[in-house]
Structures are given as C-alpha cells and as structure tokens.
C-alpha cells in the first residue's frame, strides 16, 4: 500500500507528460498522497512490515526494492513531503507552455523524497533520493530565474560531488558490514569493525554534509535556491536537502563508534554553519539569497543534535537528541518552504525582491505580511510555532550530557550549545531586518498599489502555517510519532529465491520462473 | 479539567478568535478582547485564595524525559495574576476610547490579548521551560504592539529594536535555563534542589539574570524601552511599565520563593544589586533631560524597575524579605505607573497626539480629571510619605539597601534616585499641567471620554490604597512588612529630605518656564543624549556586526565560492574539456576506440588473470 | 572430426572481418550489416556451446533460446535503425558516416 | 558433420563476409551477406540447432536482407569513393581485428580440444516421462520421438519451445513488447513530418 505514495506522483506525472491536464492532475496526485499519508501515518501500528513491500531485485548484491514505514523518523519525513508536495504544486506559478514539465518535475522531486524517506533498503534510498536531484537540476536550469545556468552548474556539480563521495561511504559501509542484504534490518543488525568505521564515518559525514550544505560546502544552496523555481526551492529546501540528516540519523547506530573522533570537527563546522552563515545571511541584499542562506544556517541546528547524539555515544544516552533533529527538521522544512513560497508571491507582486526596493508592503497586503511574518518568527524560533520546539529540544539534548552529570563542567558540546544559542540572536537580526525592509516603514514605488494574496493564493500558504502552528502549540502531534521507535526484536525473514530447477522440468509458475519474486 | 488553565484559554481564545476573523469588524473585535480580561480578572479575583492545583500535562515527550506545561497558582502567582490582569483590565478599557478610531483596531486588541494570554502564561508558569515560551511570547507581542502604526518608520525600528535587545538577554536566559536545569536538577520550580554554591552556579544565575536585564530593561539593554514608547500610548502602560518590564523581577523573585534565596548568596546577588542601582541612577539622570511626556515615563519606568533588581539582586543577603520588597515596589508600581502612562496618554489624545511637554501647558485648568490622577500618580511615584502607596514599597527597598542598620554605597546611590525622582517628575509635573498652553494643541485640549477617565480614576485610588497594610496584606508573597527593621528612622528621614529637596529644586528650576534652562549645560547635554549609549551601541552594530557580516560574506564569496566551489567546477570543466576532445563526432574513431577497448578488456580478463 | 576449436575460430574470424567492415566502411548502411554479421558471428559461438556441453544427453536448450532473442532483438534493431537512416538521409542527404559529425562536443 | 561439409559452410561464410567488407557497391555487399549467413546457418544445422539455423534464413536472408536491399534502392545510393578511404583507419581496421585473432588463437591454444559428446536421446526422454500417463502414445511428441525404438529423433522445436514457453515466458513477453514498440518506433520515424511544423536541415 505504502508503494501507492510514490507510485501516484510518478503516474500522475507521466500522465500529464503523456497529455493529461497538467494542473488537475498534478493536483489531484498531491492531495491524494496527502490524505494517503495522513492515513499512513495515523494508522501505524509500529510495525514496519505493515502496509510495506519487499521485492528482491537482484541476488548479489542483495537488493530490494523495500518500501515502508520503517519508524517515526520516516512516517514524520513522509508527512512533511507529502505537505510541502501540496502546498509546492498549489502554489506553482507556472509559465505559459510549460506545464508539462513544470509539473512533471515537482511531482518527480516528490516522488524521489519520498522513495528515499519510505526505502528500507540502503539502494533504493540512495537511488531515490539521485532521481529527485534530476528533475532539480532540469527545472532550476530551465525554468529558474536569473543567474539560473550558473546556480544550476553549481548545484550540479555540488551534489553530484556529494553523491559519490556519499556512495563511496556507503559501498564501504556495505562492504564493511557483510550484511545479508541491503535492507536496513539486516545491515542495523550487523555489526562494523571499529578500524573501518572511522573511514566510514568521514565519507558519509562530508558526503551528506554536502547534501545538507554543511560549511564550508554550502555555497551551492542559497543561488539555487533563489534561481529556482518557486516549487523546487520549496521542496528542496523544505524536504528534499533532509535527506542527508536522515541518513546520518538512519546509519548512525552503525557507525556511532566511528563517528566519535570526528565530533570536534562538525562541532566546528556546525558552528561554521550557525555563526558564519549567519553572519552571511545578514549581509544579504535580497530576499531570496537571505532566504537561501538562512536555510544553511538552521541546517547547523540539526547537525547541533547529531553532535549531541555523536557526543552521548548511543540513542539511549540521549533520548532527546534524535527527536529534537527530527522535529526541526520538520518545522523548518515547512516553515522554508513557506517562505520560499511566499518570496515568489512578493516577486509576483512587486516585481521585485531587492530589500532595498521595497517597504510598507503590509499596508497593501495584510494577510501577505501576516504569513510571511509567521513563517519568519517561526523560523527564528518564536515559541508557538514549530521551529521552537525543535530548537529549544536540540539545545536540550546539547545539555543533556550535563544535566546528567553537572560535576564535569561545560563539555565541547555544551559550548558548541552555547555558540549556536548566538544564532537565534542573528536570525532573528536577519529575519526582523528583511520583514522591516520589506513589510514595514512607508510604502515605496514597487509595493504602491501591490495586492494582496487571493483567497486561492492563501490555500497553500494557511495549509503550510498550520503546520507550524500545531506541533507549535503541542509537539507531541509530532514526536508522538516515534514512540514507536523501540527497534524490533527479530529482523523479518527474507525469503530467498529458490534455486532455479535444471532444464527441462516443464512446470511454469508465477513463482520460479519469473525474475521477480515477491513475498 | 482544571478551571484554572481558564486563565489562559481565555486571552488565547479571544486573540485566536479575532485574528481568524473577528478582525472584519473592529468593534466586536475589541469587545471580545476587552471581555476575555474582564473574565480573566473575575478569575484571578475568585481564585485569589485558593490552592495550588498543580495541573499539567505533558508538551514534548521522549523516551525518559518530557517537557510539562503545568500551573502553579500560589501566594505569589495569585499575587501578580491580580496585578496582570486588573491593569490590563484597566487598560483594555482605555483603549476602547484611545483607539476608538484606529484603523488597525482590531489588530491592536489581537495584540493585546496575546500579550495577556503570554504574560499570564509567565505569571502561572510551574517550569522555567514553559517560562521561556511565554517570556518570549511577551517579547513578541511587545514587538507587535511597539509596532503597531508600523508605517513610520521609528515605530517599526522601535519594535525591531525590542525584539532583538530581548533576544539578546534571551540569550543569555536560555544558557542560565540550562545550566540551571542542569545544577538544580529540574526545570520544575517546586522540584529545583537548591545546587551547592560554585562559580558554575554564579555563572548560571548571571546568565538566568540575563533574561531579566533585557526584559526588565537594565543597564547595559535598557536602549529599547524608551524606544519602545513610539507604541500606543495604553500599550505603554500595560506592557511597558506595569507588568511585562516587571516579569525580569517576578521571574528572579520566583526562583527565590520557590527555590531558596540563596541561590543569590554569591557574587550573582552583589552584581544584580549593583546593576539595579547603577540602571536606576543612569536611568533617573536620563530622565531629568527627556522632553517627550512618555520617555521621561519610560526612564522612570526604567529607574523603578532598577530599585527592584537590586531589592531582589540583595535577597543574596537578606534572604527572601529582600525579593518581597522588590514585589512590593513592582506591586505598587505598576498602578501608579500605569496611571501615569494612561494620564500621558489621555493628554496625548487631547493634545491631538502631541507629546513634547514644552508644547504643553496649561493643561491642569482644562482637564481637571486626568490632572487629578496625574498629581496622585507623581505623588505615589515620588512618595509622598504615608499618603501613597509608592512610599511604603520605596521604604522597604531603601530599608534593604541598609546592612544591619549601617549605610552601604548602594545606599547612598538609592537615596540619590530618590532625589532625582521627585526633580523630574516636579519638571514634568509644572511644565505640562501649569502655566499657559504653548502650543494650538495644547489649547484645544479638552477633557477625555468617560471611558478613558474611568480607567484613571480607579487607578488612582488603587494607587493611593494599594500599600495600606490590610489590602497589600492579601499579597503575602508581595508585602515584605513583617518584622522589625533597624534604621527605619534613618531611612524616612532620608527619603521625606531628599523629596523635598527634589521638589522644591525642581519647581525653583521649572517655574514659568518657556524652555529648559538647563539644556545649554554641557553635563546636561550628556544626560540629554542618554550618554551616548545608543550612539555607542549604534557604532557597535555597525562596526561589530555588519563589518562582521560583510566580512564573512567578502570570504564566503571569495575563498569558499571562489576558490573551493570554483575549483570544484573548474577542475569537473577541465576534465569535461579533455573528454570533449575525445567525441570526435566521428563514427570510425569511435569504432576504432571500441574494438581498442574490447581487446584490453580481453587482454586484462583473460591474459592478465592467473 | 571438427571440435569446438573449429567452430570457435571461423566465429571469431567473421567478428572480426565485420569489425574490421565497420571500422573501415563509411557507408553507414554497409557498417550496420557487418554489425549484423558480429552479432552472427557470437550466436554462432552460443550454438557451438550449446551442442559441445550437453545436458542430460540434449543439446543445452539456453544457449540456442539466446539465440533467438538474439535474431529477435536483431530484427527489431535493423526495423530501427534502418528507419533511423532512412530519416537521417531525409534530412542530410548523405549516409557516409565522415559528413555525419554532428555529435562532436 | 562430416568435417568437409564444415569446411565448405565454414569457407562460404567467411568468404561472403570478407566480401560484405571488400565490395564497394553496397548492393554487391548485401549479397554477400546473404551468402554469408547461408553458410552459417547450414553451421547451425551441423550444429543439431535445426530451429536456428531455419531461423537465421527466414529472418536474416529472408527479412532482413530484403530491408536493407529495399532501403539501399529506395535511397538510390552509389558506390563509395574509394579515394575517401584513409590510410591509417583502413590499417587499423586490419591491425585490430587481427589482434583480435591473436588473442582468439592464445585462448584456443589453451583449451583442450574435446570432440562433441554424443546425443543421448533415450537416456534423455526419461525426464519427460509423464508417470501419470499409461499409454505410451498418449505421452509428450517430445517423449515419443526421444523413445522411439527404431528411430530415435531430436524433437529440435519442440525442445526449444519447451524451454522458450517453460523457462524464458516472462522474457519472451518483454520481446514481444520490445518488438510492438520498435513497429510503433519504426512508424513514427519514417513519417514525414506534416508540413509546417518540420525543422529546417541543419
């Protein structure tokens, strides 16, 4: 059943290839996986089998195409991709003559996330995660705005370095653990020498800090996402750039002893993230790039968490640590694609997003200016809204090491807690200065006779700050989700493909003779 | 469910209500928001006796740990709630008149109700945690409502600026939070273990301290509130100078009610104690200079606030009657400062939103209410001895200022605030109510509505019998006059001297004055110009953190995009070069560089293989 | 008698004159029937293998069932590729194989 | 086989290759093909691979030869230039393949030359005897030619059915679309595209 999530966008998206009405169908495939995932989501029982599939693919090596709802992790990264997937293709605004790729594209980006956020098999969720950067790179290349051919070589060249410095990591990690096959039960299960694990630890960290815009490897990020699309820096930003935070989070358990030498240095980078970036982002002139670049830096929080988890050594020292990463993952991959969202709508309206071109624009649209505000505040971490949950959980779980043993005095990660509490303050410097620039103070040529949002224009919007204002007041409607996650007992049998029969025993059936085999 | 989380469904329901579309009509909007604080008054006055319930639920929950939201209703909780919600009842009222014909009326309730909603969610907190939500939530509402008319640009400055001067205690706030939660065991108030001392505690209180130096205003993030004054003026009084700038001293009182006073036994006592004074004597010298009617209220708002960070700061000392005394001042404060903030701001409305007292004048002839109340509310603020309530909290923290009976510097210092205060409030007093009107607005000035008057009147007799015995008595955790104290003689002779020293000082300065006499004295200037801090800080911004940011930005540009993006693409375009020259285009050598390939593939497999 | 050598060899010597067809021709018709005679030339290895190792005393049925997917495929790809000339001259007017450089990067 | 039929399938085939390489009319160089595939499919039926080596005439000398003739016709082409041809790729298309040979030749040398095993026909109908079956006439064609007593003969297409049907069903589906989309392909690119819309040579 969990298949039907991906399989509709990709239907959906060769049907309008194919010549269906782009906008309904493309539509009508998000707000189906929205109610799918809701169901999904709500009726998990905590059993990963539940609803999932497995099909072996190939027999050496041994992989699957598994797909399921592995934890909360999963069910909570699948909500978000099929949320910000909604609201992404509501709020497209599509140039005349290319809807059939525009929409295509974005259903493509969604389907890609969530194959990679439902895999439970290491291949297809490295795979998936390859077929949503395609699509990407197309729509920023082709459809993006300004700068695109540049931002678009960027990107490329950025993730696709990140990519197989990342395969690289995870062949090794394979190759390592000599698990019996790929899937995540039998590769968790499975135990890596302590002298490999160091390696491995340092392929996946820079090949996922790449995907996640680690310092100093983040300079792709905020002209991509300001040459893009309004549907692709949504999504990317929003759900698709989580992915590197997941997988660190799903093979942290293989590799926690490994990752242990390399703390001080993501301490460092992590704080690269939060206070250069930040720095940076104060610095920007446009609306865009400084939206771009804080996406950077509230990346660092997340990364905060994994170093708190990293320094703790296992889940179990640090119950807070992964649920906090989580949750902020969460809150600001809605509460960016919010904002992405709406910049795009500022530039509809005022023809402009140059800070210095704008003001006063909450005069001529209230409700513009009541969302973007929201999705600001929360991104700075505004109790009430979701990112504040997330973030006052990573910093928590900073000192958690010390609640537990206050005699040891400040450690590396409580200082690196300390540090990044520093970034609130430059978001919000950020983030108040733009809304300033942009919403507030006399209205200027641009923003004179601006309109406000339409009712259809608000969907999207509305949809999204709902989902920042209900785990805002009450997070549990999130972290309830991964009460779930005591990993079970006894990795499900894999049934292997019988031997096939010598020549001439004439019996054919569904079963043996054909390449697939499904159980 | 427990009716007390009432308290706070209540604003937040009102503030909801209007916001997802009550807004459409501004006078329903305001009724509602007006009606939710009257229920919540009703509430805080039936629920002044009763017990702690200590409901709660869990907010965030993992394995092994949880973070609670939970109310604690006790003496001091009931206390405040009292204060909280009479002066924003009061000051709903006011504002039906003030901003009777607001175009963002609704906006404004809608802000008011969520400051209600925050500030009683600080007020009933039972965890730091759920402290810091709704302490940050008040700084928002604070940076709503400083910006309302957020179309001129001070006001939208203003509000920008209070948020992040608040930021910047918070963040010292949330550090203390967690070293605290750390040391004490517990963000639980009732369940903090009083931790042994040590520098790591001293450094924990200092930074909790934080939190209160940029709520509450004190030196060195004292530079937002006079700013903050370009907000409505009833926002002013409720959150300005009654009750959110005081949750600083609540939240550090609360630590010492609940926890133990000795938390302060340390260095982190003396420090708080020290910035109160300096912040109140900085703050009353600014405030001898200020023209505009609400900032010579915002520097008093500042300098009251100073005497109860150092009543609290001292409770290192003198254990809890120490803090009591800091509640007491706050308790009385908030009234007769509300009234002064409403009084301003009756004249404000009546002088066609004119604020420069020297355009003033006259004004006692004309509004013969507000003029009333105003007098009332300078005499509580200068503490007119025995009459006001402002002098038997202002005893008491001088009282506190004594070490068994013996002067201290901080003395010394409060004893001159003491002085200061009675000057300026004299020059404010006889330029804006005496003398002729100096300006066509000031001419004109008529009386106010009934409904803003109302306001003015009850808090002045709240003003005027809010430190008798029996009524303050109802406070317990706010009354700190239970037990003898030396040097009560020292202490009255003191203030009654330095009162009328001040007053009459200032009326032989100020009497039939057209201008400031004063303005020309160059030490004066630099009381005037608030010592340069916000040109400093001004500086500080510019040269510290947006050099810093357009450095950061320079290297990001250049070395990480420049040098290691670009090598990155330059080295993948360099080899894109290579191959290219590769793809002839032609057919044959493709051939050719095909069957080339199958016989090194053959050669490597099967030749090359042992 | 003719062993598996025999066989082996004529199918590596039509491999490789159609190899060397294909690197020497510039009629592109010319180059895809010597393409055709490689693909000859393997299935006549995969028959020869068949026959040589025998299974249960039958010839083995695999090889010769490649074959013919083989001669499928085959017949599929000329259908194409020769519709792919047939276009390609439409817009070019030449099949040699040296005026058709338009992939040169 | 007797080795002299194979020598002269064996000379005919690569005889009609080397003439598919050498002739420069590509009409001349079809026939040879023609020839060529001939030759090998008489290697195919010394090869006891009856079914392929009909096959390989019927689609190959039949099918296919007559399309490349068809498309050689219908493009009226003329014979190459010999002027054309390049010294170095005419040397490397001989240099390379003859190392190819080499190598071929330095695997042969390797192997040890084995003779084919004979055919065992009736020791191979067991495993398609039907126990269920009583009646001998009533088992599989292919059982009853493996056993029959006086002449046991090599069911040849219907063995390569069995397995094609038994064994390699799902591919042989997937041929088959492979094949309906080369016929829809083949269409679509040797329509003329409708006036108008047609991209100028470049």
């Known amino acids: 059943m969990i298949v039907l999530l991906i399989l509709i966008p990709i239907a959906a998206a060769i049907a309008i290839m194919a010549g269906a009405p782009a906008r309904p169908a493309a539509l009508g495939a998000a707000l189906l996986n929205l109610v799918l995932g809701a169901i999904f989501a709500l009726t998990f029982t905590g059993n990963p089998d539940d609803g999932g599939l497995t099909i072996q693919i190939l027999e050496k090596p041994n992989i699957h195409l598994a797909l399921g709802l592995y934890d909360g992790m999963s069910i909570i ?146 002209p991509a996402y300001a040459s893009a699309p309004a549907p692709v820096s949504m999504l990317h930003a929003g759900v698709l750039k989580k992915f590197g935070l997941y997988g660190l989070l799903r093979l942290y358990p293989m590799i926690s002893e490994g990752l242990q030498p390399w703390l001080t240095w993501l301490i460092v980078l992590l704080l690269g993230n939060i206070l250069w970036v930040g720095f940076v982002t104060i610095n920007q002139k446009r609306l865009d790039l400084m939206l771009g670049n804080s996406s950077v830096m509230h990346m660092g929080y997340v990364f905060l968490a994994i170093a708190a988890l990293i320094a703790a050594g296992s889940e179990s020292a640090n119950p807070i640590a992964k649920p906090a990463a989580i949750v902020l993952m969460f809150a600001h991959g809605v509460s960016i694609a919010l904002l992405f969202g709406l910049s795009d709508r ?19 649209a209230p409700s513009l200016a009541f969302l973007f505000g929201l999705a600001g505040l929360a991104s700075i971490g505004l109790p009430g809204l979701a990112n504040f949950a997330g973030e006052v959980l990573v910093f928590l779980s900073g000192f958690k090491e010390f609640a537990d043993d206050p005699a040891g005095g400040l450690g590396p990660i409580q200082v690196a807690t300390i540090l990044s509490l520093w970034g609130v303050v430059i978001s919000a410097v950020y983030i108040l200065r733009a809304y300033r620039r942009t919403f507030q103070g006399p209205v200027v040529t641009a923003t004179d006779g601006a309109r406000d949002l339409t009712f259809a224009e608000r969907i999207p919007a509305v949809f999204l700050a709902f989902f920042l204002i209900l785990p805002g007041l009450y997070p549990n409607t999130l972290i309830q989700f991964m009460a779930h996650d005591a990993p079970s007992a006894e990795p499900p049998q894999i049934v292997h493909d019988a031997d096939r029969p010598p020549l001439g025993i004439p019996r054919w059936s569904p079963g043996e003779g054909s390449m697939l085999t499904e159980h | 469910m427990d009716p007390f989380w009432l ?49 709660h639920f869990n907010w965030a929950t993992t394995s092994g740990f949880s973070i609670q939201i939970g109310l604690q209703l006790d003496a001091l909780s009931r206390g405040m709630m009292f ?88 963040f010292g706030f949330m550090i203390g939070i967690l070293m605290l939660w750390g040391l004490a065991g517990s963000f639980v108030f009732d369940s903090m273990e009083l931790p042994a001392q040590g520098p790591l505690l001293t450094a924990a209180m200092l930074l909790v301290f934080c939190g209160a130096v940029g709520k509450s205003a004190q030196f060195p993030l004292h530079v937002w509130l006079p700013d903050a004054m370009e907000g409505p003026t009833p926002v002013s009084a409720l959150i300005h100078a009654a009750t959110m700038v005081a949750a600083g001293v609540y939240m550090l009182f609360r630590l010492q009610f609940s926890v133990g006073a000795d938390l302060f036994a340390n260095a982190s006592g003396e420090i708080i104690a020290w910035i109160g004074a300096g912040t109140a004597l900085l703050a009353a010298l600014m405030a001898t200079q200020q023209d505009d009617i609400k900032r010579v209220l915002a520097y008093s708002t500042l300098s009251q606030l100073g005497y109860m960070i150092m009543a609290v700061g001292l409770a290192g000392h003198h254990g ?101 205060t009675p000057f300026y409030m004299t020059r404010l007093f006889i330029v804006t109510f005496l003398g002729k009107p100096r300006s066509h607005g000031a001419e004109e000035a008529r009386e106010v509505p009934t409904v803003m008057l109302l306001p003015l009147l009850i808090l002045a007799v709240l003003s005027v019998v809010a430190g008798f015995k029996p009524i303050a008595g109802m406070f317990s955790a706010m009354d700190p006059r239970h037990g003898h104290h030396d040097g009560a003689a020292l202490v009255l002779a003191a203030s009654a001297g330095t009162l009328v020293a001040g007053v009459l000082l200032g009326f032989l300065v100020y009497r039939r004055r057209d201008a400031d006499p004063l303005a020309s004295n160059a030490l004066f200037k630099v009381f005037r110009n608030k010592f340069y801090i916000d040109e400093a800080y001004a500086k500080v911004v510019r040269f510290g953190q947006d050099a810093v940011a357009a450095i950061a ?40 560089l095909f069957a080339i390939g199958i016989l090194l593939v053959i050669y490597l497999t099967v030749f090359m293989t042992p | 008698m003719t062993d598996l050598h025999h066989y082996l060899f004529v199918s590596g010597l039509l491999f490789a004159i159609g190899l060397a067809g294909v690197i020497v021709r510039r009629n592109i018709i010319v180059i895809f029937m010597c393409l055709e005679l490689m693909l000859s030339a393997a299935n006549l290895t995969l028959v020869a293998f068949s026959r040589f190792h025998t299974v249960n005393g039958l010839p083995d049925y695999n090889g010769q069932v490649l074959v013919f997917f083989i001669i499928t495929v085959a017949a599929a790809e000329v259908a194409v590729g020769l519709a792919i000339i047939v276009a390609l001259y439409r817009a070019r007017q030449t099949v040699d194989v040296n005026d058709l450089t338009s992939m040169r990067g | 086989m007797h080795p002299a039929l194979f020598y002269i399938f064996a000379i005919l085939a690569v005889a009609g290759a080397v003439a598919l390489v050498c002739f420069r009319n590509p009409v001349s160089s079809a026939m040879a093909m023609v020839a060529s595939f001939v030759g090998l499919a008489a290697l195919f039926v010394g090869l006891n691979a009856f079914f392929v080596g009909v096959i390989q005439i019927l689609v190959y000398a039949g099918a296919i030869m007559v399309l490349f003739l068809f498309i050689i016709m219908l493009l009226d082409l003329r014979v190459e230039q010999k002027a054309h041809y390049r010294g170095p790729i005419v040397a490397a298309g001989v240099l390379l393949p003859a190392l190819f040979l080499i190598q071929l030749l330095g695997v042969l040398q390797n192997m040890p030359a084995e003779d084919p095993e004979p055919l065992a026909l009736r020791e ?79």
């Open chain 1, 346 to 364: 500022i530039e509809r309206k005022t023809g402009t997003l140059e800070l210095r071109d704008l003001g006063g624009l909450a005069k001529s």
């Open chain 4, 124 to 202: 191979a109908s067991r495993q398609f005897y039907n126990p269920d079956i009583e009646s001998p006439s009533e088992q599989s064609v292919i059982y009853q030619s493996l056993s029959d007593r006086k002449d046991p003969s090599l069911p040849d297409v219907h063995l390569v059915g069995n397995t094609l049907f038994m064994r390699y069903n799902f591919p042989l589906q997937v041929v088959g679309v492979l094949l309906l989309v080369a016929t829809v392909g083949v269409v679509a690119l040797s329509k003329k595209a409708a006036p108008g819309t047609a991209k100028p040579p470049q």
């Open chain 2, 553 to 592: 930005h320079f290297f990001d540009e250049f070395l990480i995009n420049g040098l290691l993006v670009g090598g990155l693409s330059r080295g993948a375009a360099g080899f894109g070069n290579l191959f290219r020259r590769l793809q002839s285009g032609n057919l044959q050598g493709y051939a050719i």
């Open chain 1, 77 to 222: 990264l699948m909500l978000l991709t099929v949320i910000v997937t909604f609201a992404a293709v509501l709020s497209g605004r599509c140039p005349e003559g290319t809807e059939r790729i525009w929409f295509p594209s974005t259903l493509f980006i969604a389907a890609g996330a969530l194959g990679a956020f439902l895999s439970t098999d290491l291949f297809f969720f490295y795979a998936f995660h390859e077929l949503a950067l395609i699509p990407t790179f197309i729509m920023i290349g082709m459809l993006g705005r300004g700068d695109r051919k540049e931002a678009a070589w960027k990107i490329t060249i950025y993730l696709a370095f990140g990519s197989i410095v990342l395969l690289a990591g995870l062949l090794w990690l394979v190759n390592a653990a000599g698990a019996d096959s790929l899937l995540f039960d039998d590769l968790l299960a499975s135990t890596i020498p302590a002298d490999q694990q160091k390696g491995i630890a340092a392929f996946l960290l820079v090949g996922f800090g790449i995907l996640v815009s680690l310092f100093p490897f983040h300079s792709w990020a905020a």
């Open chain 2, 320 to 420: 809890l009657t120490a803090g009591e005394a800091g509640m007491f001042h706050l308790y009385t404060h908030a009234w007769f400062k509300a009234l002064l903030f409403l009084g301003s701001g009756a004249i404000i409305y009546a002088c066609h939103h004119e604020q420069d007292i020297w355009k003033m004048g006259g004004l006692a002839k004309r509004m013969r209410g507000t003029t009333a109340t105003f007098a009332i509310a300078t005499a509580a603020l200068i503490a007119v001895p025995y009459l006001v309530s402002g002098f038997y909290s202002k005893e008491e923290i001088l009282m506190q200022t004594l070490s068994h009976g013996h002067v201290t510097p901080l003395f010394f210092v409060a004893v001159f605030v003491a002085f200061l």
């Open chain 2, 7 to 55: 308290f706070l469904i209540f604003p937040f329901a009102a503030a909801a209500a209007i916001q997802l579309g009550l807004k459409r009509n501004a006078r329903l909007s305001a009724f509602v928001s007006t009606l939710s604080v009257a229920a919540t008054f009703v509430l805080s006055v039936v629920f002044l006796g009763s017990d702690n319930p200590n409901s």
């Open chain 2, 83 to 170: 204060v909280v919600t009479g002066v924003g009842l009061l000051v709903h009222v006011f504002s039906l008149g003030y901003m009777k014909d607001d175009d963002g009326k609704a906006r404004y309730f809608c802000g008011l109700s969520i400051f209600m909603f925050s500030m009683t969610g600080i007020v009933l907190a039972d965890n730091f945690i759920m402290m810091f939500i709704f302490w940050e939530l008040v700084g928002f509402s604070s940076y709503l409502l400083i910006g309302h008319w957020f179309q001129k640009d001070s006001a939208a400055d203003a509000a920008k600026k209070a948020f992040l001067v608040n930021r910047i205690g918070d």
